[in-house]
C-alpha cells in the first residue's frame, strides 16, 4: 500500500543537509587549493594548555581528560599540571628542532594562572586560540544564553589582554557547543573555530549574525583520543599520524589541489618520557617532505581564502 502523499512532503527537504548552517560541497568538487611556495600538505600542530579544576561539577557532564576519582582526585589533578610545568617544554624544543609553527589553544584561567606560560608562548610569536574559560566550564544545549555569553567574553578578554594578540580562533572545551555558540562567538569578534569535524578542508559557517569559517582539527588524530579513548599505543598513533601524512599528500597530488594535516596535542599526554619520542618521530617524518608546508591555523585559513575570494 502506498504512502498518503503528505508523508511524502518534506518543506526543508533539499541535496546535502537537512540545515542552514553551512553549504553543501563535495571535497572533490571544490576549487582547487594552493599553498605558499606551491606546497601540498599544511600542517597544523594545534597544542591545548588546559586547566582542569580539582573540584570539577561536571555539569551537564562529566569533561574527557578531567578527574575521575572522589574529591579531591590529585593523581589526575597533577598529571594535567605536569603537562603545564614539564611536558609543554618538551613540546616547544621538539617544535623548534623540526621548524614547526604550532598554535596553542589556552584556556583563560590557566592563563591567569600560569601568566609566566602564556608570556612564553606570546613572545614566541605563536598564535593563541580561545579555549573557553577552563575544562570544567562547559558550553551545552540548553545553557541560559547570558551564561554563555559571560563565559566567552571572560574567555576572550582575558586572553586578548594577556597575549596582546587579537585571538580570532576558538575551540570550546571537550569540543561542545549550545545552539548559540556560534553566534556569540561571531559576536565577540572570533573568525573561525575548530570544534566541527565534518570536513578536510576549511568552510564557511553561518550564524545569525553573520559569517564564521570552521577549520578541520581531527578529533581522530588527537593523542589524548587515541591513547586514552581508543586503548592505542603511542606507537600506534604515531603510524595512524605517519599514515594520514601519506594520504593526504597522495590525494593532493591526485587531485592537484592541497590538503591539510591537523594534530591536536596535549603536553599532559604527549609530553611524558616516554611518550615526546613518538611525536618527535612524527613530526621528523611530516617535515621531511618536502611538499609539506608547516603553519598555524590563522595563517593556513588566511591562504585559504585568499584564494576563494
Keep these: ?123 614566541r610569536g605563536d598564535e593563541i586560540l580561545a579555549h573557553g574559560v577552563h575544562m570544567d566550564a562547559l558550553h551545552y544545549g540548553g545553557q541560559d544564553e547570558a551564561e554563555e555569553r559571560a563565559l566567552v567574553t571572560e574567555c576572550l578578554d582575558t586572553l586578548r589582554q594577556a597575549s596582546g594578540q587579537a585571538v580570532t580562533g576558538w575551540l570550546s572545551p571537550a569540543r561542545n557547543e549550545s545552539e548559540h555558540t556560534p553566534e556569540l562567538l561571531v559576536e565577540h569578534g572570533v573568525e573561525y573555530f575548530c570544534d566541527w569535524v565534518n570536513d578536510d578542508m576549511p568552510y564557511r559557517f553561518h550564524t545569525g549574525n553573520g559569517g564564521l569559517w570552521a577549520m578541520p582539527l581531527s578529533n581522530e588524530l588527537e593523542d589524548r583520543f587515541v591513547i586514552m579513548n581508543n586503548l592505542h599505543s603511542e606507537q600506534s598513533w604515531l603510524e595512524q599520524v605517519c599514515d594520514a601524512a601519506d594520504f593526504l599528500l597522495q590525494e593532493a597530488e591526485q587531485s592537484d589541489s592541497g590538503r591539510i594535516l591537523a594534530l591536536n596535542l596535549h603536553p599532559w599526554m604527549l609530553g611524558q618520557p616516554h611518550r615526546i619520542a613518538k611525536l618527535e618521530q612524527a613530526l621528523d617524518y611530516i617535515t621531511g617532505k618536502d611538499s609539506v608546508w608547516t603553519a598555524p591555523p590563522g595563517e593556513i585559513l588566511k591562504a585559504f581564502r585568499e584564494q576563494q575570494a
Design 1 to 123: 500500500m502506498a504512502l498518503e502523499r503528505e508523508h511524502l512532503e518534506y518543506p526543508r527537504r533539499a541535496y546535502g543537509m537537512d540545515h542552514d548552517r553551512y553549504d553543501w560541497s563535495m571535497l572533490t568538487d571544490r576549487s582547487p587549493v594552493q599553498w605558499p611556495g606551491g606546497k601540498r600538505l599544511a600542517l597544523w600542530v594545534n597544542v591545548c594548555l588546559q586547566f582542569f579544576p580539582l573540584n570539577q561539577k561536571g555539569k551537564p557532564f562529566a569533561v574527557p581528560g578531567g578527574m575521575t576519582m572522589p574529591y579531591p582526585d590529585l593523581r589526575h589533578f597533577s598529571l594535567r599540571d605536569y603537562g603545564n610545568r614539564v611536558g609543554i617544554y618538551r613540546f616547544l624544543k621538539a617544535f623548534d628542532r623540526y621548524g614547526v609553527r604550532p598554535g596553542f589553544a589556552v584556556n583563560s584561567a590557566l592563563a591567569e594562572r600560569a601568566p609566566a606560560l602564556l608570556r612564553t608562548i606570546a613572545e
